[in-house]
């Protein structure tokens, strides 16, 4: 039964504390602030950090970096990573996990995901908070010489809000609602409550704090589909001196949600499904997802030439899937078989990364140096508690009756299907110098040496295995500065990352780790007297040593690669003082160019849209007309069409689909109001899933109306 309950509810976004500025040097204290008028705050940014783990200007690194600011993720009401997807150039959805999503038409992995720079996610079922989020920054490309493990797609780092002197505290309510034909408005609604408080602790500022508190309950347009989340974020920050710093801290997070496959297709037909709100799970189906994370960042100078950073992140995450899962659907009578499965994952990661950076001068020439040592432990049990079809018949596809599963098997609580341990520890060095040869041309030179052991036992069965694998792993980058406002790049980057332990070859030894190669081009440009910028690239990826069954043997292989090449671009501009503009479009023809079945030789990889388009703009009205009024938004999200598989007998074929976004916003002293409304026409559209038994579809029309309260 559907929950109903009526919202006045939340969202958090903190007010922001810095106005970012369209030129920079790379010392932080000299980026230029621009002040805006009607409270417009930009998009624009003045500095990057993830290519070169510190702040560097954009028009100096020879790599594509999108980023999302905080002002932006606070216009866009954006609750979770997810939610700022569609306005990402290169990145396409590719399912509701953490890590589910694609990058210049690659698959990312968790790893894909750092915090501050570390593995470690806290959540694996849903995509991560971004009640604690500053910034998002996405580098494209290979980017193992200073983060190892990594897809050659590239990663998204989050950078976390951090604990300030001036005393703030940030209280946000959101409520939303659905206005379509299956779920009205007012009949499954949801909330969010954030608080978020930063200060002095001490008089002397010695002593910073900050605690963010999230809360939030969603009911779905989806049948039964439940899901209730709580985050805390206490953090400290200790100023030792004024030239070191230690900032630790915690994060607790609790997400507990009905499980969801989405829908399926019948005859791998889109057209063929049911509608958007049917539900093949159980009411008690569940994904549980639990986290407690510690780190720490140690911040020093050495001297007056290096400084020190010393960043590390450990986790301690639980995730229990109980479920009737999609398993195959029956093309013949339009029914779905189910899976049962108890499915209990414990997961340890401990990280930690120690680099030093500072910059020197050999006769003329100029020399960023950056040394750093990185590794990790983990430790990953999969226990399948329970694993099997179900005893339930099929059901329908289009007319489910549910609530009357029976699990696979009748066994010991205790027992176990299957029960996986795998301990991985891995270690890399890397050095890196960014060299200045004269007023136009910058290269970039960077080498990493990467070691991994890992240690296997199926303790069921007591097989075991070990690996050890190893690589060195270059980045070369040229710029030229044609102008002070006009750069030219070339960059070639590679990556590395072990296959799994699990997948032996037909004599039972592991395969080589999976290899990508990037070659990039690309300029990046300031415009119109410096109130809009511009950043072009080519790219083109290889990634090979990919371990695919061949379908003739049964046998794993290392035959498989993928090729991946395209272009992308993004424009930011403020034309005028209150209005300001985000956009951009990617081209990526990603395909499987070598592999052992021919239903996947020359196929798309699975969703990796040829075209990606969006656009956001914010308009603020004049002082003479704000009264309440503050602004108006209007976004537009375009995907084309996109595969579930690479594999021709299971995928499905995602139609194209462009969805447009609006939001009011409402200001005065210290409160605001903002109304979103996402895809206002009511497009039906799907945006993840794997072959024909898993369909997410998109979210039809949304409503939220968020009360903000800044002291």
Known sequence: MKKRFWLMSIICTSAVTDIHAQEVSVDEDEIEVIQVVGKQESYLNAAVSTATKGLSDPFDVPFTVNTINDVFLSDLRAKTLSDAYGYTTGLSQSGINANSFTLRGLPASLQSIQINGLPGLASRFGSPTTANVERIEV???PASVLYGQLEPGGLVNISTKKPQAEQSINFDLSGQTYDTDVSSAGTDNGFTATLDATGALTQDEKWLYRLIVSVDAINSYRDNVDQESYYLFPTLTYRMSDISELTFGLELVKENAAADQGLVALNNDINQTASINTRYQEDGDVDNDEAFVAFATYK??????????ANWRSVWHEDNRILFE????????????RRDRNQLNKREYHFVDINSRGAIQTGNIEHELLFGFNGGYEVRDFDRIRFGVAITPNIDIFNPVLNEGVPSVEQDSNESVNDRVTEL?????YIQDVISLNEHWIAMVGVRYEKQFVDFIEQVSEETNDQITDAFVPSLGAIYKATDKLSIYASYGESFNPNSVEDTNADGGSFDPEEGKQFEIGAKAFLFEDKANISVAYFDIVQDNIVENNP???EDELLGEVESSGFEIEFLAQPIDNWQIKSGYAYVDSIISKSPSETTQGNATAFAPKNDFYLWTRYNATETFKGWLTGVSLGINHESERFTSSDTSTRVELPSYTTFDTA???ERDNYSIALNIENIFDKRYFDGGTRDTILYPGEPRKISLTFSANF
């Open 139 to 141: 580098l494209k490309g």
């Open 300 to 309: 020093s100078a050495i001297n007056d030439v290096f400084d020190l950073t």
């Open 326 to 337: 999609n398993n195959s659907v029956n093309d013949d009578d339009g029914t779905l078989r």
């Open 425 to 429: 520890s891995n270690y890399g060095a």
């Open 552 to 554: 003739e043997t049964g």
């Open 664 to 666: 009011v916003y409402f």
